[in-house]
């Protein structure tokens, strides 16, 4: 199986500033299509989770563009261009190359 | 609007079974392959099982094969897990997905409330 490996895995963050999270995966996540399958989600306290990014760098539907997702192969990074208070909880890296998909083990975000 | 409802977890002994639902509602079901995912006490999601959107076809973690059977009835818009020999390690909250965008079997797009399963004697 893949292992998603993320870090740091606690970010005290200020508003307003810039924050970023960083995922590796420990084979490519690359595919022969040309994309990287590699996702992000936020577990907000106390709610579902929610879906940031997929294929590497595509937001989801109603994600705001302070959000960006970088990277290909085994190296990618989320962004959040100017944190906002709604933003603590906790994010997750998760590969969809092939079945048998595994989560990272979560980065917590909070405001310091 | 679009919504995943979850139920039928409970409390369970170790080696029993029990059986949870995803009533699915605001689009075409029988459009989107589905996923369970759960989350144990304090930790981190884990990926439980794959069907597809015909449901012909699914895929389960390693440490459920076996014992969990995922199914679905694209009439009545539910999606189903069934949950044999159930451990003290599948303690956890299920969460139900759909996989929302065609290009990945990922982009888990829309999400149920969740349903916590507890195996305990």
């Known amino acids: 199986d893949i292992v998603m490996t993320q870090s740091p895995l606690s970010l005290p963050v200020t508003p307003g500033e810039p924050a970023s999270i960083s995922c590796r995966s420990s084979q490519s996540l690359l595919h022969s299509d040309g994309k990287n399958y590699l996702e992000w989600y936020l577990q907000k306290p106390g709610q579902s989770p929610q879906l940031l990014i997929y294929?590497?760098?595509n937001r989801a539907s109603g994600v705001p563009d302070r959000f960006s997702g970088s990277g290909a192969g085994t190296d990618f990074t989320l962004k959040i261009s100017r944190v906002e208070a709604e933003d603590v909880g906790v994010y997750y890296c998760?590969?969809?190359?092939?079945?048998?998909?595994?989560f990272g083990p979560g980065t917590k975000v909070d405001i310091k | 609007q679009v919504q995943l409802v979850e139920s039928g977890g409970g409390v369970v002994q170790p080696g029993g079974s029990l059986r949870l639902s995803c009533v699915a509602s605001?689009?075409?079901?029988?459009?989107?392959?589905m996923h369970w995912v759960r989350q144990a006490p304090g930790k981190g999601l884990e990926w439980v099982a794959l069907i597809w959107h015909h449901g012909n076809k699914e895929d389960y973690a390693d440490s459920v094969k076996g014992r969990f059977t995922i199914s679905r009835d694209n009439f009545k818009n539910t999606l189903s897990l069934q949950m044999n020999s159930l451990r003290v390690e599948d303690t956890a909250v299920y969460y139900c997905?759909?996989?929302?965008?065609?290009?990945?079997?990922?982009?888990?797009?829309?999400w149920g409330q969740g349903t916590t399963v507890t195996v305990s004697s």
């Open positions: 294929l590497g760098s």
């Open positions: 997905a759909r996989v929302g965008y065609g290009a990945t079997l990922g982009g888990m797009d829309v």
């Open positions: 605001g689009f075409t079901f029988r459009g989107y392959g």
């Open positions: 998760m590969h969809a190359l092939q079945t048998s998909f595994t």
